[in-house]
């Protein structure tokens, strides 16, 4: 079993919806998560960043953590076709190396 | 603006050739990590660096060596290339201290192993 899963998707939505993004993982020592988002041919770049439980908002993005479930969410309102990317949850026991999700491939129709 | 360049977008090499991955970043970091990217597998850490001269491995070292000679440049090796290596390449760098869990990524190299 990995330690961090995440559905690969694709998920295709219509412009203006509400998108979650979950991931679910193992190791209860884990204590620093992230999103990152992935254009097509780039690099990840940092989306969100929450430590411990409880929720971070930025703009359109929410991101999520319930440690006693063992869960991570990102929700993004009013979804625009420029979100099409893979979005990668990332997590950390200590604040050096981070364990990745495979990534969920969102897809926002116009 | 933060800065973690990758010596080549994409390559093709044969198999037992040595390859060369240079990443270099502009934002003084300490902190450089060599990551491969599959699909369904996600980022899998090959290799680390938490200063000059200093290295340690990830997940998945085998096949694979590093060198940081300075601070801003950490080179991945295949000293001999085979083709379950074809992957995309992706180099990044963070602080040391708060904020270290903040990894900024260069924009990968796409290796083809025939």
């Known amino acids: 079993q990995k330690e961090v899963e995440q559905d690969p998707g694709p998920l295709s939505v219509p412009e203006g919806a509400i998108v979650s993004l979950n991931c679910t993982y193992s190791?209860?020592?884990?204590?620093?998560f992230m999103w990152y988002r992935q254009y097509s041919r780039k690099g990840p770049e940092l989306l969100m960043y929450?430590?411990?439980?409880g929720n971070k908002e930025d703009g359109r993005f929410t991101a999520q953590v319930d440690k006693s479930s063992k869960y991570i969410s990102l929700f993004i309102r009013d979804s625009q076709p420029s979100d099409s990317a893979t979005y990668l949850c990332?997590?950390?026991?200590?604040?050096?190396?981070?364990?990745f999700g495979s990534g969920t491939r969102l897809q926002v129709q116009p | 603006d933060v800065k973690v360049t990758q010596s080549s977008r994409y390559l093709v090499k044969r198999t037992g050739e040595k390859v060369f991955l240079e990443c270099v970043q502009d934002m003084d970091h300490e902190n450089m990590f060599w990551y491969r990217q599959d699909p369904g597998l996600g980022l899998r850490l090959i290799y680390f660096s938490y200063d000059v001269k200093m290295k340690e491995k990830g997940d998945i070292p085998e096949g694979y060596s590093v060198s940081r000679e300075k601070k801003e440049r950490f080179s991945l090796i295949l000293e001999s290339a085979s083709t379950n290596q074809t992957s995309m390449y992706l180099c990044a760098s963070s602080f040391r201290g708060r904020g270290e869990e903040t990894q900024y990524f260069g924009p990968g190299t796409r290796l083809l192993v025939l």
């Open positions: 990332a997590m950390s026991e200590s604040r050096r190396a981070l364990t």
């Open positions: 190791n209860s020592a884990f204590q620093y």
């Open positions: 929450t430590y411990s439980s």
